[in-house]
């Protein structure tokens, strides 16, 4: 069984709006969400072969590699929509899907924006739901707890403080002005199914 291994997103620095101390830390928290899910996994493999998968630490683990395992794939799709230099292409995909299920760009990003500006800790993600192919905003509290079903993440904005205090404090709006003028959409753009 492969290990899970942490990619290199030291092509974000230098990114306008993102101190390199931040993007650091933030790079290291992604790591340790790498390295627990790699243990978890193992671990659980290892018990699963001594017959123990019905225990109680079984179970608690397999919570737990949820919870790590979904941090790790979370940010390292927010890293990969970030840093681009482009507006959103008027003529693509997205765009287009964008402008059918909320009126307009604008309206979009009014709303995302909202949801990135709630109160709590969490992620802001444009999902897309795979059976009809709308997309919808939605807050996820925690990495493993409220993702909508049968639906695919398109952009991802961290909201967790460790996403954004070290430059902004609890300017979160000036964050997420920060985030918009870095968003990859030609990467959010390929992650659209339908």
């Known amino acids: 069984m492969a290990a899970f291994v942490a990619k ?9 709006g993102f101190s390199e101390t931040l993007l650091n ?10 390295k627990n899910t790699n243990t978890l996994d193992e671990t659980l493999t ?23 395992f979904n941090g790790m794939r979370l940010h390292e799709c927010y890293f990969d ?3 681009g230099n482009k507006p959103i292409d008027k003529d693509g995909r997205l765009a287009a899907r964008i402008h059918q299920d909320f ?24 999902y897309q739901d795979t059976t ?3 997309l919808q905003n939605f807050w996820i509290n925690e990495h493993d707890a409220g993702h ?3 639906c695919v993440p398109i952009l991802i904005m961290d909201v967790f403080e460790h996403a954004f205090m070290t ?7 000036d964050y997420i002005a920060s985030f918009f003028q870095n968003i990859d959409w030609s990467c959010a753009e390929r992650r659209l199914q339908i």
């Open 8 to 16: 290199d997103y030291s092509r974000l620095i230098g990114m306008p």
């Open 167 to 173: 430059d902004y404090g609890l300017k979160r709006a």
């Open 148 to 150: 909508p079903a049968c």
């Open 103 to 126: 009126g307009s760009f604008d309206d979009w990003a009014q709303d995302f924006k909202a949801v990135g500006a709630m109160r709590g800790i969490g992620w802001a993600i444009l």
């Open 81 to 83: 929509n970030l840093g």
């Open 46 to 68: 290892q018990l699963r072969k001594d017959g123990k998968g019905s225990e109680p630490a079984f179970a608690e683990m397999k919570r737990r590699f949820g919870w790590e």
């Open 25 to 34: 830390n933030h790079f290291t928290l992604y790591q340790g969400y790498v």
């Open 132 to 134: 009809t192919g709308r």
